[in-house]
């Protein structure tokens, strides 16, 4: 069971009415419990196992589902933001193309960016998909193989914080290049670009004494 509680604003030195809000996983939906309620309350079904948290009043969960006469789960995203003291529930993606299985995603908060990673079409295949949408501006900025075994790592291990198009993990960072595929698509296909032009890659990007050691996913704060 995974959990997210947003504090209240009672011990602040000033009081925004803010109330307690604890929401949680359990069996197959997210359940929120507000301060001074008696019985918790459904949020919604979700098909996942861990709540992801942009920041103290705002959380994701993926929420796949069937549409009639097809196969694959459809990939989506719920948004719910506190407020004072009640929350809202708001799709935050869904996966048009019906036939993508979408292994793992990651999404940049600040620049509503998300990361999209298929799962393959075949066992062993070395080479992954990954697809990378604007959602303010509803386009898709790239949709290309990737081979770095690192990435693909990182992006199936879920084990990073990505933030203003850095990929925060360890004592490294990968950053993506958002400025080259903005650039790119308004005058270019979408896969004009290489692997290689997309991701940067920098190690030891905070100095460590001996015998230290950086966070998983590194402590820098998606605000």
Known sequence: MDLHV????????????????VFFLHTGALWSWTQGEAKIQWVCDTTTTTIYRLNDNMIIVRDDFKQKDTVHDIFRL???????S????????????????????????????LI???????????????KIHDLENEKLLWNAQVRNKELIGRLKS??????????????????????????TLKKK???DLEEHEVFDYYENILRVDLNETVKTKMPFCSR
């Open 6 to 21: 947003r504090a209240s604003s009672a011990k602040e030195k000033i009081k925004m009415n803010q109330k307690l809000i």
């Open 78 to 84: 719920r948004q719910i933001e506190v407020e004072f």
């Open 86 to 113: 009640h929350y809202s529930v708001d799709k935050l993606y869904e996966e048009k193309q019906v036939t993508d299985t979408i292994k793992s995603f990651g999404f940049d908060y600040l620049r509503k960016i």
């Open 116 to 130: 999209l990673m298929k799962a393959p079409k075949s066992k062993g295949q070395k080479a992954k998909w990954v």
């Open 158 to 183: 879920k084990l990073f914080t990505l933030v203003d198009g850095h990929l925060y993990y360890n004592n490294k960072v990968i950053k993506i290049r958002y400025d080259l595929l903005q650039n």
């Open 189 to 191: 296909n979408l896969k």
